[in-house]
Structure formats: C-alpha cells, structure tokens
C-alpha cells in the first residue's frame, strides 16, 4: 500500500512560489492585452466594412478552432526568432515566458472577443440612436456609451474565462516553462514524490479557482440585486 510522505512541500514552497508567480503573471498579462486586442475584434466583427469583420471573423474561428496547447507550440518555436531579429538577442536566449504570453494573450483574446461582441449587442440599439441624436461620432457613441453598458453587463463572464485562463496556465510545461504546476511537478520527480505534489498542486487549484468563482457569483448577484 502507497504511503503518503508531503515531508518535501514545506521545502520547496520557495520554489513553488516563484511557479505560481509565473502563472499569475502569464494569467494577468494576458488578460489585460486579451480584453484590449479582444474588444477591437468584436467591433470589427461589428463594423460595416467587409474586410474588417471577415478578418475578425477569421482570427476567432482560427484560435477557437486550434487546441491550446498547439497554439503554444507555435508561439514557443516562433517568437524566439522573432525576438531575436526584432530585438538582438543572441541565439538561444530563453524566451519562453515571452513566447507563452504571447500564445494565451492572442488565443484568449478570440474567446474575450466573443463575450464583449455578445455584450455589445445586449446594450438597446435605443441607446446609440439617443448617443447619435445628441451628436456623438461612432467612437463617441461607443467609448462613452455602448462599452461602460456592455462591460457592465458581461463582468462576471469576463471573470469567469479568467478563471480557465488560470487554469490553463498549467499547460506551459509544453515549454518546460516552471509555472506552478510545473515547479509541482519537477519537485515531486525530483524527490521521488510525485504524487503528494500534484495532489498539493490540485488542492491549491481549486482553492484559489473555487473562491474566485465563489467571488464572481456573488459579484454577479450584487449587480442583479
């Protein structure tokens, strides 16, 4: 019978610690360049010209329909190269928590995009014709009226993809980048207790994942009350 020994976790909680920091980093980052690059896709979606909204349309049905951990792939052989010709850097520089920045802002951004184009359209059309009829160009009408409604509106959705992005962080070890559950999974194959760390991994997972969605629900009624 297996006998559990978590003798290691307090040992390596510096180490783990500097995992999680990378996850929360790739997390943050890509949340924030997600919703940016992710609102000017839905309103190109939205936008009259053609050639805007298929290209919108394009880029979302491109990363919806490719695997994660493919798209991480890509962007782990390509952007070190275009580093290194952009910026200088020598062959071989490590870039792979640039690289993987990269692949989860431009992947999440087509979901991101999806929430705020849903958003947008929940807003009353009335509320854009009372913004037009008061004289408001088109990115009047949406920077002061149309966007603070949505964003209001699809809050909890936009908390909730954060939520996955987190978790799906895990899956930079396709980089052997040592985010949280890579610098679990290093220290339990180091010391032979793989187990107990990615139990210990897990647990911390759904510590941090379940309060944060104990937080957007309620969030969520606070709004609708």
Same mark, same amino acid.
């Given at each position: 019978?297996?006998? &559990?020994?978590?003798?290691?976790?307090?040992?390596?909680?510096?180490?783990?610690?500097?995992?999680?920091?990378?996850? +929360?980093?790739?997390?943050?980052?890509?949340?924030?360049?997600?919703? +940016?690059?992710?609102? @000017?896709?839905?309103?190109?979606?939205?936008?009259?010209?053609?050639?805007?909204?298929? &290209?919108?349309?394009? %880029? /979302?049905? +491109?990363?919806?329909?490719?695997?994660?951990?493919?798209?991480?792939?890509? &962007?782990?052989?390509? /952007?070190?190269?275009?580093?290194?010709? @952009?910026?200088?850097?020598?062959?071989?520089?490590?870039?792979?928590?640039?690289?993987?920045? /990269?692949?989860?802002?431009?992947?999440?951004?087509? %979901? %991101?995009?999806?929430?705020?184009?849903?958003?947008?359209?929940?807003?009353?059309?009335?509320?854009?014709s009372a913004a037009y009829a008061l004289g408001m160009t088109y990115g009047q009408a949406m920077q002061l009226v149309i966007l603070p409604q949505a964003f209001?509106?699809? /809050?909890?959705? #936009? #908390?909730?993809?954060?939520?996955?992005?987190?978790?799906?962080?895990? +899956?930079?070890?396709?980089?052997?980048?040592?985010?949280?559950?890579?610098?679990?999974?290093?220290?339990?194959?180091?010391?032979?207790?793989?187990?107990?760390?990615?139990?210990?991994?897990?647990?911390?997972?759904?510590?941090?994942?379940?309060?944060?969605? #104990?937080?957007?629900?309620?969030?969520?009624?606070?709004?609708?009350?």
């Amino acid at each position: 019978m297996y006998e &559990f020994d978590w003798s290691s976790i307090p040992g390596a909680l510096p180490f783990l610690w500097r995992g999680m920091c990378i996850s +929360l980093e790739i997390t943050l980052t890509a949340i924030g360049v997600g919703i +940016l690059w992710g609102t @000017l896709l839905a309103l190109m979606r939205l936008s009259k010209l053609r050639v805007l909204g298929w &290209f919108a349309a394009g %880029y /979302v049905n +491109l990363f919806r329909s490719v695997p994660l951990v493919m798209v991480l792939l890509w &962007f782990f052989l390509i /952007v070190p190269q275009l580093l290194e010709k @952009l910026l200088g850097l020598p062959p071989g520089s490590d870039a792979r928590l640039s690289s993987a920045i /990269v692949g989860f802002a431009l992947f999440e951004s087509a %979901y %991101y995009s999806e929430i705020i184009r849903a958003g947008i359209q929940s807003v009353p059309k009335g509320q854009a014709s009372a913004a037009y009829a008061l004289g408001m160009t088109y990115g009047q009408a949406m920077q002061l009226v149309i966007l603070p409604q949505a964003f209001r509106n699809m /809050v909890p959705l #936009l #908390l909730t993809q954060a939520i996955i992005l987190f978790q799906d962080t895990s +899956l930079v070890y396709v980089s052997a980048l040592a985010d949280f559950f890579g610098a679990a999974y290093k220290v339990g194959d180091r010391d032979g207790r793989l187990v107990e760390l990615l139990l210990f991994a897990g647990a911390v997972y759904f510590v941090i994942c379940y309060s944060a969605s #104990l937080l957007v629900k309620r969030f969520q009624k606070g709004t609708s009350a």
